[in-house]
C-alpha cells in the first residue's frame, strides 16, 4: 500500500492519520503540489486520475478523492459495525465536501498562500461569502457534539478523520472555533497515530 499526499493537504492529512490509526504499514511520498502536473512522478501521474493527492495505491489499484478513500479503506478494514452506522458515516463524508470541506481550505488557502500564489486570493466578497458559510458549518458541528466524544456518538468513526482534517490547521486562518469542536479536536489529538500535520505528511 503507498498513499501520495502533501503536508499543506487537509485531505491527504484525513487518509494519513486514519491509516496512522489503523496502525497500516504503507509507504508514503510527498507530492510537490504547487509543482506543474506534468513535471511529478510517473507513478503518481499514472495513479491519480485527477492528478491531486491523496491518491492511494493498494493491491495494484488505484484511488483518489479523500472521502471515497476513507470508505475504501474502512471496507477493507471493516471499521463499521454495521449499515446504519456506514450510512450515517457516508452521510456526514458528503456534507464535509460540500461544508467545511469547501469553504476552510479556501479560506486558509487565502491567508496562508495568496502572496506567494496570487491564484489563492479571493475576492472581498467570496471571502466574505465563505466566512458566513463557515461560521454556520462549524455551528453545526458544535451543536452536534454537545453530547457526544465523536460524531456518531462514544466511538470514533471515519467521519471524524474527514470533518476534523482541515480544522487541524485553523490556527492558521482568522476563524473561531467553538468550545465542543476544540474539544473534540483534542481528543483526537490523544487518538494513537497523531501527529502535526506538518510532520506527518512531511516528504
Request: overall charge neutral; proline content about 3%; hydrophobic content about 35%.
Given at each position: 500500500?503507498?498513499?501520495?499526499?502533501?503536508?499543506?493537504?487537509g485531505h491527504a492529512l484525513k487518509v494519513k492519520f486514519f491509516l496512522a490509526w489503523?496502525?497500516?504499514?504503507?509507504?508514503y511520498e510527498c507530492v510537490d503540489i504547487f509543482s506543474e502536473r506534468s513535471t511529478?512522478?510517473?507513478?503518481?501521474?499514472?495513479?491519480?486520475?485527477?492528478?491531486?493527492?491523496?491518491?492511494?495505491?493498494?493491491?495494484?489499484?488505484?484511488?483518489?478523492?479523500?472521502?471515497?478513500?476513507?470508505?475504501?479503506?474502512?471496507?477493507?478494514?471493516?471499521?463499521?459495525?454495521?449499515?446504519?452506522?456506514?450510512?450515517?458515516?457516508?452521510?456526514?463524508?458528503?456534507?464535509?465536501?460540500?461544508?467545511?470541506?469547501?469553504?476552510?481550505?479556501?479560506?486558509?488557502?487565502?491567508?496562508?498562500?495568496?502572496?506567494?500564489?496570487?491564484?489563492?486570493?479571493?475576492?472581498?466578497?467570496?471571502?466574505?461569502?465563505?466566512?458566513?458559510?463557515?461560521?454556520?458549518?462549524?455551528?453545526?458541528l458544535d451543536k452536534e457534539l454537545a453530547d457526544k466524544s465523536f460524531i456518531l456518538?462514544?466511538?470514533?468513526?471515519?467521519?471524524?478523520?474527514?470533518?476534523?482534517?482541515?480544522?487541524?490547521?485553523?490556527?492558521?486562518?482568522?476563524?473561531?472555533?467553538?468550545?465542543?469542536?476544540?474539544?473534540?479536536?483534542?481528543?483526537?489529538?490523544?487518538?494513537?497515530?497523531?501527529?502535526?500535520?506538518?510532520?506527518?505528511?512531511?516528504?
Amino acid at each position: 500500500m503507498k498513499l501520495f499526499g502533501h503536508p499543506y493537504s487537509g485531505h491527504a492529512l484525513k487518509v494519513k492519520f486514519f491509516l496512522a490509526w489503523l496502525e497500516i504499514e504503507h509507504q508514503y511520498e510527498c507530492v510537490d503540489i504547487f509543482s506543474e502536473r506534468s513535471t511529478r512522478s510517473d507513478e503518481f501521474l499514472k495513479a491519480s486520475k485527477f492528478s491531486e493527492v491523496p491518491t492511494l495505491i493498494d493491491d495494484g489499484q488505484c484511488y483518489i478523492q479523500s472521502n471515497a478513500i476513507l470508505v475504501y479503506l474502512s471496507d477493507k478494514f471493516r471499521q463499521f459495525k454495521n449499515s446504519n452506522e456506514k450510512q450515517k458515516c457516508l452521510e456526514w463524508l458528503v456534507w464535509e465536501a460540500n461544508k467545511i470541506g469547501m469553504c476552510l481550505p479556501q479560506l486558509r488557502a487565502n491567508e496562508k498562500l495568496s502572496k506567494t500564489y496570487p491564484e489563492f486570493r479571493l475576492s472581498q466578497g467570496a471571502h466574505d461569502w465563505l466566512s458566513i458559510r463557515y461560521k454556520h458549518d462549524v455551528g453545526v458541528l458544535d451543536k452536534e457534539l454537545a453530547d457526544k466524544s465523536f460524531i456518531l456518538g462514544n466511538s470514533i468513526s471515519p467521519a471524524d478523520f474527514s470533518l476534523s482534517a482541515y480544522l487541524m490547521y485553523s490556527d492558521e486562518v482568522s476563524i473561531e472555533v467553538p468550545q465542543n469542536v476544540e474539544r473534540w479536536l483534542d481528543r483526537l489529538r490523544k487518538q494513537k497515530g497523531w501527529q502535526s500535520p506538518y510532520e506527518m505528511l512531511k516528504g
